[in-house]
């Protein structure tokens, strides 16, 4: 696309003409999150083309308007966005390579789930194609792309994020970070930690009443409101870290050292794998160790970030 048409794109937006001026989207990858995203941009209203290697998981979007590419070039030149949602970065870069210098003057939205490093490569990479290069995080399942409990994380290109803020809106709400390529992919990352963390802590201790035959659903009703209650400590956490203050009045490490010992004393008597909890425990331990008992479990971030060599 030339410079003078995406300005044109960008100055449809500004007018409030959007709902007839909506630019045409290239999706490629139709795995269920590729599906979704092009199903959102049919529903919103845009011309919509699609590409899988795998052609006939297009069929269903076919039916429903969108068009299909006959190959990843013709995907490419069609559109002055192009939105891919693949595997790996790897395939990112098989596929967008058959483009060759097509990608010239395209906006390519990489919502492909990778690192830091793969981000920054890739913008390397798209960039001396002549390309301008937005990289994404999806913070949703398929189920909810389109919906306000959408959350997707962008960094990259601001320019492309300015110009097409309106389509990307649609997907889920659309959160700007930097113009540093790698942070949604490390936004994202630290987000499923954030989260597999929680799912990890609540299947262990569903494993721990389930020993004595009490139900999930059951456990779960007051889990629920107990972790909502904790949360409300998390902000106190992060000013502690941000202030490197980690002095507490609440729960030292030398407390939840004690404490720990009866929790994996009782998930053995009980016959529980403790797999998941023993690192936080050797984690507590070693703050300890290196003198920081006083301190609250804030602390632990900084001995995170300083690995123990191995």
């Given at each position: 696309m030339k410079e003078n048409d995406r300005s044109e794109t960008a100055a449809s937006y500004d007018s409030g003409t959007a709902g007839v001026n909506l630019p045409s989207v290239s999706v490629i990858g139709l795995g269920m999150m590729g599906s979704a995203l092009a199903q959102t941009l049919l529903n919103e209203g845009h011309q919509t083309t699609v590409w899988n290697r795998t052609p006939g998981k297009a069929d269903a979007l076919m039916k429903q308007g969108a068009r299909i590419a006959s190959s990843v070039k013709e995907a490419i030149t069609v559109s002055p966005i192009v939105v891919i949602c693949v595997m790996d970065y790897g395939a990112v870069h098989e596929i967008l390579e058959e483009a060759g210098e097509l990608l010239a003057g395209r906006a390519i939205v990489n919502l492909t789930n990778g690192t830091p490093a793969q981000a920054r490569q890739t913008d390397s990479w798209v960039t001396s194609r002549g390309a301008e290069y937005l990289d994404g995080?999806?913070?949703?399942?398929?189920?909810?792309?389109?919906?306000?409990?959408?959350?997707?994380?962008?960094?990259?290109?601001?320019?492309?994020?300015?110009?097409?803020?309106?389509?990307?809106q649609c997907l889920g709400a659309a959160n700007y970070l930097s113009d540093d390529p790698g942070l949604a992919a490390l936004y994202d990352l630290a987000l499923l930690s954030a989260m597999y963390g929680m799912f990890g802590g609540f299947f262990h201790g569903v494993a721990m009443v389930r020993s004595e035959q009490i139900k999930a659903e059951a456990f779960t009703s007051i889990v629920i409101p107990w972790l909502q209650a904790m949360s409300a400590s998390l902000p106190l956490l992060a000013k502690s870290v941000d202030e490197g203050d980690h002095l507490t009045n609440v729960s030292s490490l030398y407390v939840n050292q004690a404490g720990f010992i009866n929790f994996i004393d009782a998930c053995r008597e009980q016959g529980v794998s403790t797999e998941l909890m023993t690192p936080i425990q050797e984690l507590i331990n070693r703050g300890v160790a290196e003198g920081y008992g006083t301190d609250g479990l804030s602390r632990l971030v900084e001995l995170i970030q300083k690995p123990v060599s191995v």
């Open positions: 995080g999806i913070m949703a399942v398929p189920q909810m792309i389109g919906t306000s409990g959408a959350l997707v994380l962008y960094s990259g290109s601001e320019k492309v994020f300015q110009t097409y803020q309106p389509t990307l």
